[in-house]
């Protein structure tokens, strides 16, 4: 099984874990207003369209998944990166310094030179 696959049976297996919770209880929350009692008590409550409380409660952190997801990924396809997982590990980097291994270093010059890496002296 390659790895796309087996990441691909992971997520739906998720999805189906979720959407079973989701399901569940959900089911166990719809519970009826008692009947009004003449002179106060109970309001009758107000009808929820099944679709808009699936696309306040779904789409808006799907809305919200999608743009994190965006603001993170952009700035690197905007270089040109590579973002598989599989993408080459750059080299060890020495920013603003020589493009050498440390064995490569210059060796000091004079007796009073400080090149060359650690010292010491007593």
Known sequence: MTTAARRLAVASAVATTSAMILLGTAVAASADTP??????G???EPSIDL???FLVLGGIPLLLFV?????YVAPA?????????DAKVPENQWLGGPNRAAGELAAPDTEDSKAGGA????
């Open 119 to 122: 010292g010491g002296s007593w």
């Open 77 to 85: 396809l905007a270089r040109g990166e590579n973002l598989r997982p």
């Open 35 to 40: 009947e009004p009692i003449p002179g106060g």
């Open 42 to 44: 109970w309001e009758k």
């Open 51 to 53: 679709l808009h409380a």
């Open 67 to 71: 743009v994190i997801t965006l603001l």
